[in-house]
T-cell receptor
C-alpha cells in the first residue's frame, strides 16, 4: 500500500513571494504518478500539476513547479509570485501507473496543507 | 458537457436514516469512484467501479453501498446513517488507465 505524508498543516506567504509545500510518499512501485491538487474555498478539486515517476525532469506549469526526488521519495510544490487566488488547501496525491493492462488506479491523498496568501 | 455532477450539494440526516448520494458523468468514463474528505484526513477512497456492473471496495467502505447499472451513474448509498459519516463526499471519474480524474463539486453531509 502507498502512503502520502504532508507534514505542514498550514502555511502562510505574502503576495508575490515564493512558497514551497512539502510531500513525501512511500511505495514499492517503480512506475507511478504524483500530483498536486488545489482545493479553494469553493471545494472544487483542481489538478495543479503532475509528475510521472519515469521522467527525471521536474514538471512546471506557469508559476507552479515541483522538485521530484525519486530516491528520497519526495515531491515538493513551489509556488512562485504567490497570488491571493492561490489561497487554498493543497493536496499531494499518488497514483500507481495503469501499465499495459489499462486498469484503473486509485488516488492516495495526503492530509493537505492549508496555504494562506496575505497582502 | 456537464462533466461530473453530484446531488444534493448539502444534506442533513438523522442517525439511522438512509439516503443516496447521486453522481453522474457525461464523458463516457469507465472509471468512477467515491471519496470522503474529513478534516486532517485528506480524501479517502470509499468505493470504485471500472465499468457497468463492476464495483470494488476502497479504503473505507464500511457503511456504504454502491452499484453501477450504467456507465453514467454511480450512486452511493448510506443504509443507516451514523454521525461518523458526517463528511464531504466527492465523486470522481476518468477514462480507464488515464491519470487525470475529474471531480464533482462535492456533497456536504451532516448526520445528527
Amino acid at each position: 500500500a502507498q502512503t502520502v505524508t504532508q507534514s505542514q498543516p498550514e502555511m502562510s506567504v505574502q503576495e508575490a513571494e515564493t512558497v514551497t509545500l512539502s510531500c513525501t510518499y512511500d511505495t514499492s512501485e517503480n512506475n507511478y504518478y504524483l500530483f498536486w491538487y488545489k482545493q479553494p474555498p469553493s471545494r472544487q478539486m483542481i489538478l495543479v500539476i503532475r509528475q510521472e515517476a519515469y521522467k527525471q525532469q521536474n514538471a512546471t506549469e506557469n508559476r507552479f513547479s515541483v522538485n521530484f526526488q525519486k530516491a528520497a521519495k519526495s515531491f515538493s510544490l513551489k509556488i512562485s509570485d504567490s497570488q491571493l487566488g492561490d489561497t487554498a488547501m493543497y493536496f499531494c496525491a499518488f497514483m500507481k501507473h495503469a501499465g499495459v493492462t489499462g486498469t484503473a488506479s486509485k488516488l492516495t491523498f495526503g492530509t493537505g496543507t492549508r496555504l494562506q496568501v496575505t497582502l | 458537457n456537464a462533466g461530473v455532477t453530484q446531488t444534493p450539494k448539502f444534506q442533513v440526516l438523522k442517525t439511522g436514516q438512509s439516503m443516496t448520494l447521486q453522481c453522474a458523468q457525461d464523458m463516457n468514463h469507465e472509471y468512477m469512484s467515491w471519496y470522503r474528505q474529513d478534516p486532517g484526513m485528506g480524501l479517502r477512497l470509499i468505493h470504485y467501479s471500472v465499468g457497468a456492473g463492476i464495483t470494488d471496495q476502497g479504503e473505507v467502505p464500511n457503511g456504504y453501498n454502491v452499484s453501477r447499472s450504467t456507465t453514467e451513474d454511480f450512486p452511493l448509498r448510506l443504509l443507516s446513517a451514523a454521525p461518523s459519516q458526517t463528511s464531504v463526499y466527492f465523486c470522481a471519474s476518468s477514462y480507464l488507465g488515464a491519470y487525470e480524474q475529474y471531480f464533482g463539486p462535492g456533497t456536504r453531509l451532516t448526520v445528527t
